[in-house]
């Protein structure tokens, strides 16, 4: 069931029209626009099917706004999610020299984790022949594994183009444009940061310098031929490695008005960083009681926000650029599987609900398929979402994905929905 101005565009469950092949999984983990085209990253943990029967993660392709979705990528046997999915752009290769053009490159992440077998693995997709390539990162074998994010920056000393993974326990990899090799990117043998206690989940470039999440704490590189990275923000909080910690660094106009400042989420609040102010940092929202104003419950459990990062849209009417960011909260602790309340999944509020940030630092709520009642599927958690890259959508429509399983089985549960950028931000639900 549809809310008014939201349209489900993917519902677990499907087949790929040309293949045959099944379109499921229990969550869906990114959406990236790509040369025109929608790619979606699929997952399949908590399937009740079990593993015996469980089909592994995907990378699924929409090519055109009246397309049906296909099977792009099927990651393989161990591969339970696409957890990292990014379009990169490369101008400056290894040696610092200007490429003929600049290169854009789809790539996608996963991690194998069997036994002492742990192995982070990155796909390159070739737009010209449609295949992909797969590179192993030359990170060990022993390590929990969970690459969920790729960025590339350019170093201010040496003037090269260089890609970072963030890759669970063994750290922070980086490597370097190489037309040469079939997956295009040379990474380098060890890491520039880690072995990490817990798993770096984003990064983000500012003020010109590379910055990185890991658990409690927020790292700046110093760029050279021997980088350093740096603690510029931690705090207290207890490190978990399920939730992992600081999420979602992005880059916002600084309020002084000079330079960039970075927002990100951490437990139940959005924190603003100010580099250019002695890395100050600043509680811009506690979301816990927000979310339980507008749900109309406690909140008393855990909150995730800015799974991968927070979407700057421009609001037609404000004449502003908004923040979007996806968040799920625990409305219920302690339960076990069918025994929860029915506007929750496991505990977790069924709604898909989404902070709008404007620009004068307020926030606001509102939920994709408008507000969650019964008959409605259950949506958990927006994770992904993307300005539409379909020429007739004129870059007014968003899509989002999601959903988060939190040890909770399920089936069939990863979901797409989109809808105009004034419906996603108007004032009702």
Not at 159 to 186: C, E, H, N, Q, T
Not at 280 to 309: F, S
Not at 343 to 354: F, K, P
Not at 375 to 397: I, M, N, Q, T
């Amino acid at each position: 069931m549809a809310g008014e101005g939201w349209q489900q565009v993917f519902n677990a469950g499907i087949l790929d029209a040309s293949t045959g092949q099944p379109l499921r999984g229990t969550e869906l983990t990114h959406l990236v626009a790509h040369k025109g085209r929608l790619y979606a990253g699929n997952g399949y943990w908590m399937d009740t099917r079990g593993a015996a029967n469980t089909s592994w993660a995907q990378v699924l392709v929409l090519e055109s706004r009246g397309a049906a979705w296909k099977a792009d990528l099927t990651l393989g046997p161990k591969h339970l999610r696409t957890t990292a999915l990014k379009s990169v752009t490369f101008a400056v290769d290894a040696n610092g020299k200007t490429l003929a053009a600049p290169v854009n490159l789809l790539l996608a992440a996963s991690d194998t984790q069997e036994g002492a077998i742990h192995d982070s693995n990155i796909w390159t997709h070739n737009d010209d022949t449609g295949a992909w390539v797969k590179t192993t990162l030359p990170a060990g074998h022993d390590l929990r594994r969970s690459t969920r994010a790729l960025a590339v920056h350019r170093d201010r000393q040496t003037g090269v183009d260089r890609i970072f993974a963030a890759v669970g326990a063994p750290g922070i990899y980086s490597g370097v444009f190489d037309s040469a090799l079939p997956g295009k990117i040379r990474w380098d043998k060890k890491a520039e940061l880690g072995p990490v206690t817990i798993r770096p989940m984003s990064f983000v470039e500012a003020n010109g310098c590379l910055y990185a999440s890991v658990g409690a704490s927020v790292y700046r590189r110093t760029d050279g031929a021997a980088p350093v990275w740096e603690k510029v923000y931690s705090d207290d909080t207890k490190e978990h490695w399920e939730l992992g910690g600081i999420r979602g660094l992005t880059a916002i106009p600084a309020p002084s008005g000079g330079g960039e400042a970075i927002l990100f989420s951490h437990t139940d609040r959005i924190i603003r960083l100010d580099p250019n102010d002695n890395n100050r940092a600043t509680v811009e929202l506690n979301m816990r009681a927000l979310l339980a104003q507008n749900w109309k419950t406690p909140v008393p459990g855990a909150i995730i926000a800015a799974y991968n990062d927070m979407l700057p849209i421009q609001d037609p009417v404000a004449h502003q650029t908004v923040h979007i960011v996806g968040v799920e909260g625990c409305i219920q602790r302690g339960v076990k599987d069918g025994n929860c309340r029915p506007d929750s999944h496991g505990g977790w509020y069924a709604g898909g609900s989404y902070l709008i940030r404007a620009s004068d630092r307020s926030y606001r709520l509102k939920e994709v398929n408008g507000r969650w009642g019964p008959g409605k599927p259950k949506l958990v958690a927006p994770r992904a979402y993307v300005v539409s890259p379909f020429v007739e959508d004129e870059g007014k429509w968003v899509y989002f994905g999601g959903f988060d399983c939190n040890f909770v089985p399920a089936l069939d549960t990863a979901w797409i929905f989109r809808a105009p950028i004034d419906v996603v931000l108007g004032a009702g639900q």
